[in-house]
């Protein structure tokens, strides 16, 4: 399911090059233009099987509206294309969701509700190249205010001196 963050046209430029007869849907396929993630996302959901293409990251959301804590609350597989990308012009976006489309296929098989990122990544050793990669999201550990900040591995040591 793509949704509004990603053009039909762009949807139906990927189903084109990667799996012509496949069934691609997009939001506006099922639910009126401009509907909100609260309304649209439980219903797919309650159906199940199906993993959100987006380029919403949702940093102009309130919190309460983004789409990716929408989907994971209730556990809808997301693909969310970093902020760089979504800065990326139509092509270069669908560029990208080409490059990893195998990957992103397989992911109706992994459990629901993990969210990926679609993202540029150099390559060690290539100063100059870039590579799309798609990253599993894991969430950095939140510190409680009065805990006290967590050890530094090993070996690390951030003191100015």
């Not at 993630?37 to 919190?63: E, F, L, M, Y």
Request: proline fraction near 7%.
């Amino acid at each position: 399911m793509f949704d509004e963050c990603i053009g039909k046209p762009v949807m139906e430029q990927l189903r084109q090059a990667v799996d012509p007869v496949a069934r691609f849907i997009h939001v506006c396929d099922e639910f009126k233009s401009g509907a909100l993630d609260n309304d649209w996302i439980p219903q797919i959901a309650s159906r199940g099987g199906h993993v959100v293409i987006t380029s919403d990251g949702g940093q102009h959301s309130k919190r309460t509206e983004k789409l990716p804590l929408i989907c994971a609350e209730y556990g809808v597989t997301h693909v969310v294309m970093s902020g760089t990308l979504h800065q990326r012009q139509s092509h270069e976006k669908l560029a990208a969701l080409i490059q990893v489309w195998n990957e992103i296929a397989k992911l109706h098989a992994e459990p629901p509700g993990g969210k990926y990122v679609l993202r540029y990544k150099s390559v060690k050793g290539h100063q100059a190249k870039v590579v799309i990669a798609l990253e599993k999201f894991v969430p950095k550990p939140r510190r409680v205010e009065g805990e006290a900040p967590p050890a530094q591995p090993p070996g690390k040591d951030n003191s100015k001196g």
